[in-house]
Each structure stands twice: as structure tokens, then as C-alpha cells.
């Protein structure tokens, strides 16, 4: 931890709300060279650092969103090779989730309402001296380019403000003086709330071109980037002095035009003014979520060379992959992939483009499985985590919808009642910590989490109606099942108390295996009566003797599968009534929410294979597919967003990138492709793949903490299956092979075949 001895300073002046600050030192003499040389450096809202000129890392956005009441973070960067005997330390700042807008109230600065930037530069000479630099009132602040900058409305940037100098900036060379410049002052900043990143940062991932340039119907210019992402335009451009460019973002089009209705009151707008001079724009202080641009006001021929899409996220290191000989369930994957990438953009949240963009709890409570294998988001996720701890010590125990909770300040939707625990969404503090012991093998997290694990369970088990079931109070339920009106998701077809006391059931079986890893054997005790009282309560109120569960809907079927809540006897007579369902829909997708993570598990496990891929490989609406025969390159958040004419859907909440429904290809991981962990963090792993459908091959691999996995099959017509399977030293793997005994294989590559 830092020793703080800096002064967190604020600009007399707000300059647009995106303030430039310096400060100038010289080297301390006599004491040899330079051995190492470390900046720490945190802002009330977003910063970007330079020393002597130059980035002192490839971070944007930092230090991102946390719930800063109780946690403001920050980041260190060895900057040993920057120091020059006379140096000039910079910050820019910009508004980010401390000041912008937040949340569909149309509000923003809700943790307050002046920027301010704490830095800290540690110089460690030869002979062990130690030279300090920091932020403090000696500090100057000026004007930048950015003429405003909001995360949702988008950033203004004035390059005459600039003229060339933006390359080689004067404001950072030794010497510079204005009068354009300002004092600073001591800023108001709980030293308590810092602490250091645990997830990584925010940086530039990949760039691409446009595809096609054109004018809409309407006389518009419209690009397309080929791919829905989440960052910004790059533009290169040359015009006269004071010419506008503007850029409007969206994720799809509409009748042909820009299709900008599911922002709602997002701007989603970048403004660019012209010097006169060869202009190089890019908006770091805000983001958007597109595949289309809509280009006003370009001086010339707009051409693919003058406009470049960053991609940015978190930066996670990607460890699982999956293909297959069916290219649309490939094209699902990538959208899957793509969806993780743009949402998990420091906080897991819901969207990336509209006034929204918030870390809903439910969202990644069902999808935590797919995201810890397809990237290595353990940090990012445990980060996240120490808010949920902190958001729910705040409010007695209970999870907030969304964390950070900004919507604690914000006036509630009508249809949403006081904040209480929610199934599913409050689950999240038990179901990814779990998720990331499964994936990682990593007690610590569940030792970190235990607290905030158990804090949930004791609040729910304290709103559980006389008969043990939760089924009073608000609940989201089975969230944007597709039968529900688009004007009220939450009107699903399963009752609301079958997937809350299901839900129940779950955490308390993972918090008596919890307790008992962490060797609290009262706890595990007590967790243990809890799951065993649920699971008679939810028997006795909910499920007949023919394996009809209450509502009937695929929803209460997968869930009471799929969390064991039902006899063996039971268990089969409920699969055959979900394969029913599925089949009397068409093999249509029913669920939402709740459902969807698990419907393929519960048909796979009780022997309906066929209709799992059935329902996998639909491609009507709704479906998996549908959206990709539509041309999705990432998850949308209904399985309806665009309809089959073209349109979007008339919902107010209709998000082209969501990633929850997406929460299918962790039984593509484990079924088709056929890696599964037998025990946490493929120290042992199932190798088990199930063919089914009209796929000829898959191939999977999986980077661990004990090395790559590797699986892949094929079969041709009748012959034999052919099973490749390549191990890292030291792990054990149990195969499944089709109608044959199980095997136990060890490190290597192993190639097996069977009919």
C-alpha cells in the first residue's frame, strides 16, 4: 500500500469539465542514477498521465468505476524510463462515472461535483535516497481541447484549441506558462477509500476499417464497421478552421437510417472542430457501443483510410475458444465473445450504449461460467466483488440490483418497489464467487467473499414466507421470458416463487460446501438445513406426483433439474414434461433470465439430447440463431430485438448487446466441445463431448491454471467417432466415450475412437 504524502487537487477553473494539470521538478543531485522510478495516480473521474510528453501507460478510462463512497483506486506505473533531470508531470481529467451521467434519470455528478487528481511519482536513486514528487497547491491547471465530455452523450473536441501542438504539447515541456492557466486548490478526498486495482485496466483491445461508406435515403452518410463493439472513431481529417464534424453512433439501422431509438437519452454524439491543419481526433473520455456511424459535416470525399473503430475493454487475457462444423453456431460464439468484450469494460454491466450501462447484478450472476472460460476474469470479477461486499455493508446485508448502486440516488421505475434481495440478481454475490472457484481453483475468493456470501443468504432466509418458500416481495423473475409483452419483462410464464425458492435452494447447497472448505462447521450445518428445508417446502408447494411443477413453464422445469431439487423418480417425469414443452413450442426458446443458462443442461441430464440440439439449432424466432440469420455480431438483450421485417423492437429496452441470454455456450464448452471440471480449476476434468444434431466436429481448448486443454471430434456418416484429447502434465482427465466404459487419462495427447 502507498504511503500517501500527496495532496489531491482540484482546478480553480472547471475548464468544460476537462481540465489539464502540471507540475515541474527537477531531479535531486548526488545521488547516483535513477534505479526505479513509480507513479501512483487516482482522479475523481477519468485521467490520463504523462511524464515528460509522453502516456505513462496505455490505460483509458482509469481509475474506471467503483463504488468510490467506500473505494477509490488506484493505479501504478513504472515510469523509470521517463524521468529526465528536469521533468514535467501532467494529468488531463474528464468527467467519467464520477460526474457524467448515470442511469436513465438524466442526472449525473452523483458523487460529487469537482474533479479532482491525486498523484504520487516515488524516485529511487542508487545510494538509496528517495525523491518524492506529488500533487500539491504549487500545481497549475488550463484549458484542454475537450470542449465536454460525458460517458453517454459523448465528448467534443476543439482542435484549434490545439493546432499541432497536441502531438508535441507545450503544456507538458519544461517552462510552459500561460495566462490562460489557473491555480489549484486542496480537494475534499477520503484517503480511507483508496485502494489498489485488483482487476486490470481499461486499454485500446483492436482497431478496424470500415466496410462500406454510403449515403442513407435520407441523404445521411452511414458507415459500417462490419462489427457491434464498444469504444469510439478515431477520424483523420484536414478542412477549413472551424468546420464541425459530427459522429452519431448506433448499434443497428432502421428503415434504412440510423437506428438511435434504443439510446433513449443518450447522446451517443462526438463533435470534432477543424484547425485547418492535418486533425487527428480521439474521444478517450467517453465510449459507445455501434457497428454504424452516421459522418455530418465532412469537408470532403469521406473516405475507409480517415476513420478508424478502437475497441476497448478491460483487458483480459482470452483462454477458451470453440468451433465447430455448424458456421452459425460459430457466428453465436463469437457473439458471445464479442458481447463479453464490450460489457466487461471495468464493471460487468448490462449494455454498453444506452442511458444504462449499469453493473446489474443478474446479468452476470447466469453468465459468470461462460465469461470465466472464454477470459481470465478472475481479478476483474474479484474486483468487482469487494463493491458487492461494500454496496451490501451498506445496506444490511441486502445486493443491490446494480453494483456500483448509483440507482440509490436516483428516483425508482414505477414497476420497481423499494430495493430488497432479489433472486438471481442478489445471487450474484454467492453465484460468482463460485463460478470463479470452479474455473480458477482459487480458495481466496471464497474466503475474500464469505462475509458477503453469507450476509445474502441469512437476509433472504429472513423473507421467506411461513412455508419456507420466498415467494412474496418483489422479483424480476424469469426476466424477458419472449411470452412477456415487451412493455413488462418481468411478466414471465414461470411463477416468480418456484424461481426465487429454486434460486434459494442453490445458494444454500453452495454455502454449506463453502463453509465446509473454509472449516466453518456451524455454518455448514446450519446452510445445509436450510437447502434440506427448502427443498421439502418447494416438493410439498410446487411439484406433483406426476413431475408437474407449479406454472409448467421450461423455466421451472430446467431450474428444478438442474439445482437438484427433485427425487431421481421425480426428476425423470419432470424432464419428459420439458421435453414436452419444448417440442409443443416448436422447438422454440421459452425462457428467460432464469432459464436460458439452464434449459440444455436439464434436457441433456434427464436423456433428451436430441431436443437440446433441437433447441439449440433453431433458428426461427425466438431462438439462439434467429439473431444471427439477422446478422448479430454480438448477444441482444431480447431474443426479439429486431423483428423479422427489419424493425426494432417497440420496447423501451431493446440493447443489441447483452450478454446474459449468451450464458448458452458454457453448455457449448461443456457438452459439444466437451471440457468440464470435475474438480475446481481443471485440476481433474471431464472430458465428455456429446454429438448431437447435424455437427460433424468440434474443437475446444481451454488455457488453465495447470496448462492448455485441448479436445476435438469428429465423425463421418456411420464410422466410428474420433476423440483427440492433449492434457497438461499433471492433470487427470475421466473420458466419457459414447456407449463405451469410462477412462482415466493423464497428461498428453491421447487419441481415442468409438462407435
Given at each position: ?577 420439458l421435453a414436452e414443452l419444448v417440442a409443443e413450442s416448436g422447438y422454440h426458446i421459452a425462457t428467460g433470465f432464469a432459464g436460458t443458462p439452464h434449459v440444455l443442461d436439464a434436457l441433456t441430464a434427464t436423456g433428451h439430447l436430441d431436443d437440446a440440439y433441437r433447441l439449440l439449432l ?138
Amino acid at each position: 500500500m502507498v504511503q500517501w504524502s500527496a495532496t489531491p487537487i482540484s482546478p480553480d477553473d472547471d475548464f468544460d469539465g476537462a481540465p489539464l494539470l502540471r507540475g515541474e521538478f527537477v531531479l535531486d543531485e548526488g545521488h547516483g542514477p535513477v534505479v526505479r522510478a513509480t507513479l501512483h495516480a487516482t482522479a475523481q473521474g477519468v485521467f490520463e498521465a504523462f511524464l515528460n510528453g509522453h502516456p505513462v501507460s496505455e490505460d483509458v478510462l482509469s481509475p474506471g468505476w467503483s463504488s468510490y463512497e467506500w473505494r477509490l483506486r488506484y493505479r501504478s506505473y513504472d515510469v523509470t524510463s521517463l524521468i529526465q533531470p528536469m521533468s514535467v508531470l501532467g494529468m488531463a481529467l474528464g468527467n467519467g462515472w464520477f460526474r457524467g451521467r448515470l442511469g436513465w434519470s438524466g442526472n449525473g455528478a452523483f458523487y460529487g461535483n469537482e474533479l479532482a487528481a491525486l498523484a504520487q511519482l516515488e524516485i529511487e536513486f542508487s545510494d538509496g535516497h528517495l525523491q518524492t514528487i506529488v500533487t500539491n497547491q504549487s500545481w497549475r491547471a488550463g484549458p484542454s481541447a475537450v470542449v465536454s465530455n460525458d460517458l453517454y452523450d459523448g465528448q467534443t473536441i476543439d482542435a484549434r484549441r490545439q493546432s499541432d501542438a497536441w502531438l508535441q504539447p507545450a503544456w507538458l515541456q519544461p517552462g510552459f506558462s500561460s495566462q490562460d492557466w489557473t491555480g489549484v486548490h486542496a480537494a475534499g478526498l477520503d484517503f480511507a477509500t483508496l485502494t489498489p486495482y485488483l482487476g486490470p485496466a481499461a486499454r485500446r483491445q483492436e482497431e478496424l476499417r470500415p466496410l462500406k461508406i454510403w449515403t442513407s435515403p435520407a441523404g445521411k452518410t452511414l458507415v459500417d464497421f462490419g462489427q457491434n463493439l464498444v469504444g469510439w472513431v478515431r477520424l483523420e481529417v484536414r478542412g477549413p478552421a472551424g468546420t464541425i464534424v459530427t459522429v452519431r453512433h448506433a448499434e443497428v439501422l432502421e428503415h434504412e437510417e440510423l437506428g438511435t431509438r434504443p439510446l433513449r437519452t443518450a447522446k451517443a454524439t462526438d463533435r470534432f472542430i477543424l484547425s485547418a491543419g492535418d486533425d487527428v481526433f480521439e474521444p478517450t473520455f467517453t465510449f459507445h457501443g455501434f457497428r454504424y456511424v452516421e459522418v455530418e459535416g465532412w469537408p470532403s470525399e469521406l473516405t475507409a483510410d480517415a476513420l478508424t473503430a478502437v475497441v476497448v475493454s478491460s483487458d483480459l487475457t482470452r483462454l477458451g475458444r470453440f468451433e465447430c462444423s455448424d458456421e452459425l453456431l460459430n457466428q453465436l460464439h463469437r457473439n458471445v465473445v464479442w458481447g463479453t468484450r464490450g460489457n466487461f469494460l471495468d464493471v460487468p454491466t448490462d449494455c454498453p450504449q444506452r442511458d444504462e450501462r449499469l453493473g446489474w447484478t443478474g446479468d452476470i450472476a447466469v453468465f459468470a461460467p461462460t465469461a470465466a472460460y472464454l477470459f481470465d476474469v478472475e481479478d476483474f470479477l474479484r474486483d468487482w466483488l469487494v463493491d458487492v461486499a461494500a454496496e451490501q455493508a451498506g445496506a444490511d446485508g441486502m445486493v443491490p440490483f446494480v453494483v456500483p448502486d448509483v440507482l440509490k440516488y436516483v428516483e425508482h421505475p414505477s414497476q420497481f418497489p423499494a430495493p430488497e434481495s432479489t433472486a438471481i440478481w442478489s445471487d450474484a454475490a454467492v453465484w460468482v464467487p463460485w463460478a470463479l472457484w470452479q474455473a480458477y481453483g482459487n480458495l481466496q475468493v471464497l474466503s475474500d467473499q464469505y462475509d458477503s456470501m453469507t450476509a445474502h443468504v441469512r437476509r433472504v432466509e429472513s423473507l421467506l414466507s411461513p412455508n419456507g418458500l420466498w415467494d412474496i416481495g418483489f422479483q424480476f423473475g424469469d426476466w424477458l421470458d419472449p411470452t412477456a409483452p415487451p412493455d413488462k419483462p418481468f411478466l414471465a410464464k414461470a411463477d416468480n416463487g418456484v424461481v426465487a425458492t429454486a434460486c434459494l435452494y442453490r445458494d444454500a447447497r453452495i454455502l454449506t460446501e463453502v463453509a465446509d472448505l473454509l472449516r466453518y462447521r456451524d455454518d455448514a450445518a446450519h446452510f445445509a438445513e436450510l437447502a434440506e428445508r427448502t427443498r421439502i417446502a418447494f416438493n410439498h408447494h410446487y411439484v406433483r406426483g406426476d413431475g408437474a411443477i407449479h406454472s409448467d413453464a421450461q423455466t421451472v422445469y430446467a431450474l428444478a433439474i438442474v439445482f437438484g431439487l427433485l427425487d431421481d423418480e421425480i426428476t425423470q417425469l419432470s424432464g419428459e414434461r420439458l421435453a414436452e414443452l419444448v417440442a409443443e413450442s416448436g422447438y422454440h426458446i421459452a425462457t428467460g433470465f432464469a432459464g436460458t443458462p439452464h434449459v440444455l443442461d436439464a434436457l441433456t441430464a434427464t436423456g433428451h439430447l436430441d431436443d437440446a440440439y433441437r433447441l439449440l439449432l433453431q433458428r426461427d424466432c425466438p431462438s439462439w440463431l434467429y439473431p444471427v440469420n439477422m446478422g448479430a455480431t454480438t448477444i441482444w438483450e431480447r431474443w426479439d430485438s429486431m423483428l423479422p421485417d427489419g424493425t426494432i423492437n417497440p420496447g423501451q429496452m431493446t440493447s443489441f448487446n447483452h450478454y446474459a441470454l449468451g450464458a448458452v455456450a458454457d453448455w457449448l464448452h461443456r457438452t459439444v466441445g466437451g471440457i468440464a471440471p470435475l474438480e475446481p480449476g481443471y485440476s481433474r476434468v471431464l472430458i465428455a463431448p456429446h454429438p448431437g444434431g447435424d455437427i460433424d466436429w468440434a474443437r475446444s481448448t481451454l488455457e488453465t491454471r495447470h496448462g492448455t486443454i485441448s479436445v476435438s471430434w469428429s465423425r463421418r456418416d456411420a464410422g466410428p467417432i474420433e476423440l483427440d484429447v492433449t492434457l497438461p502434465e499433471g492433470v487427470t482427465a475421466e473420458v466419457e466415450l459414447w456407449g463405451s466404459d469410462v477412462h482415466e487419462l493423464g497428461g498428453g495427447r491421447h487419441v481415442l475412437s468409438a462407435t
